[in-house]
């Protein structure tokens, strides 16, 4: 058995447990603001599909794209503190969307069709495109920000 040397450290080093503290930080931040897409979004689909009638897949869409708009606005400036507009992270934040509207119509059009409950299609396309969204928006769409170099509020 190695005899273990007292210099040396167990600890994280400071630069990675700050750089996983804002990790976690930006990840709250980005779930609060999905809070808010999420009850747009929610808002206007039940609002079109269970009240007016509409198809969910076409509601979705609709719905989705509510959630993008807020989305964009409020990630852009507070979780991922990108800076001057740039047109190129509009349209990969487009993008990145516009993928996930598409599974999430999908999705949702497979889950009616195997009779699923509403709310709980609705549920599990939500977790789905949440998980989408934080990868393309942190790693893709606002990699040059300036909230990304340390993640923090």
Do not use: I
Not at 126 to 146: D, Q, Y
Request: with cysteine.
């Amino acid at each position: 058995m190695e005899a273990r040397d007292p210099m040396k450290k167990t600890t994280t080093p400071p630069e990675r447990a700050h750089g996983r503290r804002g990790l976690t930080k930006q990840m709250a931040v980005f779930g609060a603001v999905g809070v808010m897409n999420t009850a747009v979004d929610a808002l206007a689909f039940f609002a079109l599909a269970a009240w007016l009638h509409v198809p969910s897949a076409a509601a979705q869409v609709v719905s989705y794209a509510c959630g993008m708009a807020n989305s964009f606005v409020w990630n852009r400036g507070l979780t991922f503190r990108a800076g001057a507009f740039r047109w190129s992270e509009l349209a990969r934040f487009v993008a990145v969307g516009g993928l996930s509207m598409v599974l999430s119509a999908a999705g949702m059009w497979a889950l009616a069709r195997a009779d699923w409950p509403l709310v709980a299609a609705k549920a599990l396309v939500t977790l789905g495109t949440l998980c989408l969204n934080f990868v393309g928006s942190k790693w893709w769409v606002w990699r040059h920000a300036t909230g990304q170099a340390d993640a923090a509020l």
